[in-house]
Antibody, heavy 121, light 110 residues
Framework: EVQLVESGGGLVQPGGSLRLSCAAS????????MNWVRQAPGKGLEWVSA????????FYADSVEGRFTISRDNSKNTLFLQMNSLRAEDTAIYYCAKDQSLLPTAGIDYWGQGTLVTVSS | QSALTQPASVSGSPGQSITISCTGT?????????VSWYQQHPGKAPKLMIY???KRPSGVSNRFSGSKSGNTASLTISGLQAEDEADYYC??????????FGTGTRVTVL
């Protein structure tokens, strides 16, 4: 059974930083691209970032480019999202999501339960 | 990337069929047969219902079907049931290893 468990969310002041983690199990982690998708309170889903199976290539939405960094540790089956220069509009539930292919193209098939990030003073 | 356009809400009575549209552009929906549909109940994570436009994952009811014409993808739920009441999102590959989601549709079972 595929399991994705996010952690690291919390309350942070504007301009601050936070690092999210996602522990994966139930599949061969190193064979698949991984994504982060967020959902602001009461709003829709927004794709944030993706990383290839090897971690060699990364991709970002314009809204987070230059502020967020996605990475992975295939030896520990863990995905990360380093978030810097956080803004109020980054407040959202952040979902870790498994892709169906080794590069983000075929779509997301499994989601974690999400971790809430609140940016407020 | 602008979000794909979905109707804000769709409703139907039990047993009826409803269709949710998802309109994009020639840069996303129109260029690839890579549209997915997700169901999200309140407070829960999204669940994959359709991938690659029309394929159903194992365990998803055959009451759910997907199609595409031009820049618009569609999700049809036939034999509507109470448990189908949820938010539904489309998502398309948008090139350069990026994705774009739809605005979301609230399905209400009357």
């Amino acid at each position: 059974e595929v399991q994705l468990v996010e952690s690291g969310g919390g309350l942070v002041q504007p301009g601050g930083s936070l690092r999210l983690s996602c522990a994966a199990s139930g599949f061969t982690f190193s064979n698949y691209a991984m994504n982060w998708v967020r959902q602001a309170p009461g709003k829709g889903l927004e794709w944030v970032s993706a990383i290839s199976d090897s971690g060699g290539t990364t991709f970002y939405a314009d809204s987070v480019e230059g502020r967020f960094t996605i990475s992975r540790d295939n030896s520990k089956n863990t995905l990360f999202l380093q978030m810097n220069s956080l803004r109020a509009e980054d407040t959202a539930i952040y979902y870790c999501a498994k892709d169906q292919s080794l590069l983000p193209t075929a779509g997301i098939d499994y989601w974690g339960q999400g971790t809430l990030v609140t940016v407020s003073s | 990337q602008s979000a794909l356009t979905q109707p804000a809400s769709v409703s139907g009575s039990p047993g009826q069929s409803i269709t949710i549209s998802c309109t994009g552009t020639s840069s996303d929906v129109g260029s690839y047969n890579l549209v997915s549909w997700y169901q999200q109940h309140p407070g829960k994570a999204p669940k994959l219902m359709i991938y690659e436009g029309f394929k159903r994952p194992s365990g998803v009811s055959n009451r759910f079907s997907g199609s595409k014409s031009g820049n618009t993808a569609s999700l049809t739920i036939s034999g509507l049931q109470a448990e189908d009441e949820a938010d539904y999102y489309c998502c398309s590959y948008a090139g350069s290893s990026t994705y774009v989601f739809g605005t979301g549709t609230r399905v209400t079972v009357l």
